[in-house]
């Protein structure tokens, strides 16, 4: 189990993917299913530039659930596209976590997907619990 840093310094955070010939269909376009997952790895990697992995959390009791996702389809991905998927924390409440999602062409910068996700913070019984303290955004004054 790790310790929990201070608070939460980093709002946003990218990170490049190149989809793999498995996750495309037979025109080797990204299938839908994909986009989720991406942005699950968004958001870890986000957590982790703040100083903490989900295990960490997990094994301190706080587990986080998907309780809503939104997802914008613009332009198809195709495999071996390099993409870059930026993450950031829309909002945080006492027992929920918002997250906004934008992932461009790596080359052009074009809009591939756009979307959101809310999750909840749970204990090991499924209860909603508070978030802790540490993911609390700072107000930008």
Sequence with gaps: MGTFPDRTTVRSHSIQIVPR????DQAGVVHHSVY????????????RANGMAYKDLEGSG???VVVELHIRYRRPA?????????TEYARVTASRVEHNYLLTDQMTGEVIAEGSSTLACVDRQGRLQRVPSFMYLEDKA
């Design 36 to 47: 989720p997952i991406w942005f699950e790895m968004g958001r870890t990697e986000l957590l």
């Design 78 to 86: 195709r495999y071996d596209q390099p993409l870059v998927l930026r």
């Design 62 to 64: 706080f587990l986080f």
């Design 21 to 24: 010939y498995a996750e495309t």
